[in-house]
């Protein structure tokens, strides 16, 4: 009995030891790969990274990790020249192929999502001067962008400075966010000399998506602009 007792203890011993040196390697990786996503250039910032799964000794000896978070808050997107904030970014990575230096991966299959206020979205449109051909006759000068708010289930509203320019929709193709079905109208449709006209369509598109991922949809929530990531066979380092 108390050979049993002692075989007992020295093999909880021995398993609690190899559980501590899983989180210690665990631990290791997480801060490496977190790292190697900033020197990349997949991120912006340094992103937090959780690897998933036990134990993970097994998967960094398989060289594949099987599901991996990530997330970062202020990250930067934009059309190239212009450049936002990113809130709230978290993506969820699965079958994550990883080099012995950590300096590659390739991921499987990704998805993600992030917030975009309408204070800085209203930064990535144009300008009135080019998406109304009658704003110079608008109290609001030609530099004036549209200001945006939630306007309900996939729309968003939008003024000309303090004048109302009624609902758009929201819908995206590839990487390219659109908004159209603005009008003028009411009072700004009167100043303008004009009446329901339609504000042209208004599109930008984003580049340097975070993790390689693409961009999968938009979705207007009261906060701001919600968008959804995917992205399969994406090379996350190197």
């Given at each position: 009995m108390r050979g049993w007792l002692k075989a007992t203890i020295v093999v909880?011993?021995?398993?609690?030891?190899l559980a501590g040196a899983d989180r210690i390697a665990v631990g290791v990786a997480e801060d490496e790969a977190a790292d190697q996503l900033l020197k990349s250039g997949r991120m912006s910032k340094r992103p937090d990274v959780s690897i998933e799964g036990f134990p993970f000794l097994t998967q960094a000896l398989s060289?594949?990790?099987?599901?991996?978070?990530?997330?970062?808050?202020?990250?930067?997107v934009g059309d190239g020249s212009r450049q936002v904030a990113l809130h709230s970014f978290k993506a969820e990575l699965s079958g994550v192929e990883v080099s012995g230096s950590m300096t590659s991966a390739t991921v499987d299959h990704g998805s993600g999502t992030g917030l975009i206020t309408y204070a800085d979205l209203s930064q990535l449109l144009p300008p009135a001067s080019q998406l109304?051909?009658?704003?110079?006759?608008?109290?609001?000068g030609g530099s004036t962008r549209l200001s945006l708010s939630y306007?309900?289930?996939?729309?968003?509203?939008?003024?000309?400075?303090?004048?109302?320019?009624?609902?758009?929709?929201?819908?995206?193709?590839g990487n390219?966010?659109?908004?159209?079905?603005?009008k003028l109208s009411g009072m700004a449709g009167m100043l303008a000399g004009l009446s329901n006209q339609q504000i042209e369509?208004?599109?930008?598109?984003?580049?340097?998506?975070?993790?390689?991922?693409?961009?999968?949809?938009?979705?207007?929530?009261?906060d701001g602009l919600r968008l959804s990531f995917d992205g399969k066979g994406v090379k996350l380092i190197g």
């Open positions: 909880g011993v021995l398993c609690g030891l060289m594949k990790l099987d599901d991996v978070r990530i997330s970062a808050d202020g990250l930067t109304v051909p009658s704003a110079g006759k608008l109290p609001i306007g309900g289930p996939g729309k968003i509203k939008a003024s000309l400075g303090p004048l109302p320019v009624g609902e758009g929709v929201l819908h995206s193709q390219t966010v659109t908004a159209d079905g603005f369509p208004i599109s930008f598109t984003l580049s340097a998506l975070p993790a390689g991922l693409n961009l999968a949809g938009v979705s207007p929530q009261e």
